[in-house]
């Protein structure tokens, strides 16, 4: 089950994002507390991360010095929020995630508009500039506390501040993804509660999904995508608000 859970939760991650409202629930059931399921989930991930976003290498190229200045943002989010997971209790954010998922799924809806009324006031910020900087490092600290549908708010913010193909801005979430999880695991692993059985079949099954979504997610239109994008995203958030 959380082998399945974990391809799954891959394929879904690299295509859009919101993986580990399979994961998660999949360690629950399989008789883990949920602070060791949330870190044993996170650790999991990490390979899935990798193979969705070398399925997307090729969205990736020439956008070295982009991955640079977003991955700062996004690994210091990410320490902040294993740092808050580890000393907070988990109800601090339990309202504010669903608000979050809804408002990031309204906002890769109206994308195309807002893309288009922020280019005529501004111009094209091909970087994004601070604001951006800003919710990537934000959406790092939400990640590295929980990260259900991370990947929806990234995608939301890349989209809406710079004007650039949607597949393209996918690879680089997945990207962005995979660096909170990674540093998120790396302190979990030094001084948090990781169940490493399930951590391995939760790697095992999201390299192959991650293959499975970038095989998938890179070959869809980009209205389709961003359909694609928004039903997850609801989905998330219904189940986010029901729990």
Not at 138 to 161: K, N, P, W
Request: charged residues 10%; contains cysteine.
């Amino acid at each position: 089950m959380v082998f399945a859970a974990g391809v799954a939760a891959g394929t879904v991650n690299t295509v859009v994002g919101s993986g580990s409202l399979i994961t998660f629930p999949a360690l629950l059931a399989a008789g883990y507390p949920p602070l060791v399921a949330n870190q044993s989930n996170c650790l999991g991930l990490v390979p899935g991360s990798v193979s969705g976003a070398v399925g997307y290498r090729r969205e990736l190229a020439g956008q070295g010095a982009r991955l640079r200045r977003f991955g700062a943002a996004s690994l210091s989010g990410g320490v902040v929020g294993a740092i808050l997971l580890l000393t907070l209790p988990e109800a601090v954010f339990d309202g504010v995630v669903p608000v979050l998922v809804l408002v990031a799924c309204v906002l890769v809806a109206v994308q195309p508009r807002l893309r288009a009324w922020l280019a005529e006031r501004h111009g094209d910020e091909h970087d994004g500039g601070p604001w951006l900087l800003a919710g990537i490092f934000l959406t790092g600290i939400y990640g590295g506390y929980f990260g259900a549908a991370q990947g929806v708010i990234l995608m939301a913010l890349l989209s809406i501040f710079i004007a650039d193909d949607l597949q393209r801005l996918n690879g680089v979430k997945n990207v962005l993804a995979g660096l909170v999880n990674a540093v998120a695991a790396a302190l979990f692993v030094a001084v948090g509660q990781i169940a490493y059985g399930p951590a391995l079949l939760l790697a095992l099954g999201s390299t192959l999904g991650g293959q499975i979504g970038g095989t998938v997610g890179r070959r869809l239109p980009p209205d389709v995508l961003r359909v694609v994008i928004i039903v997850v995203g609801a989905v998330a958030f219904v189940k986010l608000l029901a729990d």
